[in-house]
């Protein structure tokens, strides 16, 4: 029996692992909210955190652009919190599984980013995720894991994916830029390898340190857009590719944030599958596949730009 607690379990990505954890008869569950527990209170966290074996951090500040005009607030969020949570899983013995992002990249160069890349971000939310990080090394070095995610989307519509097909039902054609490149992750597919990440670092069978939870393979945003379309049955000519000058936003974003996955054959784990056979198993899920179907009987269903 392991005993999980699962922080941010609100967010897409915790419900997904919470729902993955719950389905296994050897896994005992507690799913912390943001409602019911705020991982900034430390004394909340210290409580929390006593008679689990195992700790999944979700909770997080996601909000990049926002980041940039409040970067104390972010850095709260996710690093000075991380690092109470690291001390207080380093005081019972329990395992720290914490989720950061490609974002503590530049997103220079053209090569995967290995696991042991010096990071070098590039805006305010991809600092307060490497203050994060820095924490579990610190405090957890021997039972501390980061695992990095990017692009991440769910089967109930959260993210790119879903509003591409919001947009699809709503739109005739639509502008997606082809200048930013990545690994489009869908959340179970993440939160299958951190149930199995967890159970063996549990075991004693997994390093610690930091791992790459991404997709296989690689695209652009207009590249997914046009994926997203195709496996909807709708025209992927209907996507148009544009570059990142025409949408600008307050945070910059890497242009290349593609993840290296070499670490997973240490702790004796797969990689995740392509993107491609993510995002199709996903559009099978209710909440995509409801809006798939709206967007396929939608006024734009049947038109070609």
């Known amino acids: 029996m392991i005993r999980w607690l699962v922080t941010g379990a609100g967010g897409g990505l915790g419900r997904d692992l919470v729902a993955r954890l719950r389905a296994d008869p050897a896994a005992r569950v507690t799913a912390a909210p943001r409602v019911a527990l705020d ?3 430390p004394d909340a966290v210290a409580a929390a955190v006593v008679g689990h074996d195992v700790v999944v951090n979700a909770a997080a500040w996601t909000d990049v652009d926002a980041a940039e005009s409040a970067p104390e607030r972010a850095a709260a969020v996710n690093g000075d919190a991380v690092a109470g949570l690291a001390r207080a899983c380093a005081a019972t013995g329990a395992r720290l599984l914490h989720v950061s992002t490609d974002y503590v990249f530049s997103g220079e160069g053209a090569a995967p980013r290995r696991e042991d890349e010096p990071p070098a971000p590039v805006n305010a939310y991809g600092r307060s995720k490497l203050v994060g990080e820095r924490a579990v090394a610190r405090f957890l070095p021997e039972h501390g894991y980061v695992v990095r ?4 989307y769910t089967g109930r519509g959260d993210g790119f994916v879903g509003t591409m097909l919001r947009q699809a039902a709503a739109r005739d054609t639509l502008s997606v830029v082809d200048d930013q490149r990545g690994q489009p992750t869908w959340s179970a597919a993440l939160a299958d390898q951190l149930a199995a990440l967890g159970a063996a670092a549990r075991a004693g069978a997994a390093p610690a ?12 945003w207009y590249g997914l857009a046009r994926a997203v379309f195709a496996e909807a049955g709708l025209d992927p000519d209907r996507v148009r590719p544009t570059t990142t000058d025409q949408f600008p936003r307050p945070a910059r974003r890497p ?29 099978l899920q209710p909440g995509l596949a409801a809006l798939a179907r709206a967007a396929r009987q939608g006024p734009h269903a049947g038109r070609r730009p």
């Open 255 to 283: 242009s290349f944030s593609v993840l290296g996955h070499d670490r997973w054959r240490s702790a004796g784990l797969p990689a995740q599958p392509s993107w491609r056979d993510q995002l199709a198993t996903a559009l």
């Open 209 to 220: 340190g930091t791992y790459h939870g991404t997709a296989a393979g690689q695209t652009t």
């Open 39 to 41: 991982i900034c209170d």
């Open 149 to 152: 995610t990017a692009w991440l």
